[in-house]
């Protein structure tokens, strides 16, 4: 299993941007994939995730109303479109995979990808 994280960069707070996930080696047709992300110093945190089977998604109470998690109908990419940033959002952020739960707790989830860097600042 194979992802890559790709769309980060550095941002003004209120700007956007949008992070992809491309998955590849996956076999299971049912599952979470995840938006995680630590800042530095922090515990890792869970951002959002959807479900392959249904498209249900979760997210975390500081990001819903600003970011939005979607996936092409392949199922092999999945996006992050990140609105409004703000500068408490600066992290790396990392997909991964995981069981069908649309959790956010990276226990949940077994498979990770590289991280791909966020920095909100002006």
């Known amino acids: 299993v194979q992802l890559q994280a790709s769309g980060g960069g550095l941002v003004q707070p209120g700007g956007s941007l949008r992070l992809s996930c491309a998955i590849s080696?996956?076999?299971?047709?049912?599952?979470?994939i995840g938006w995680f992300r630590q800042a530095s110093g922090k515990e890792r945190e869970g951002v959002s995730c959807i479900s392959t089977h249904d498209s249900r998604t979760n997210y975390r109470d500081s990001v819903r109303g600003r970011f939005t998690i979607s996936r092409d109908k392949a199922g092999n990419t999945m996006y992050l479109q990140m609105n409004g940033l703000k500068p408490e959002d600066t992290a790396v952020y990392y997909c991964?995979?995981?069981?069908?739960?649309?959790?956010?707790?990276?226990?949940?989830?077994?498979?990770w990808g590289q991280g791909t860097e966020v920095t909100v600042s002006s």
């Open positions: 080696g996956f076999g299971s047709t049912a599952y979470s």
């Open positions: 991964a995979t995981g069981r069908p739960t649309i959790g956010l707790l990276p226990d949940e989830y077994d498979y």
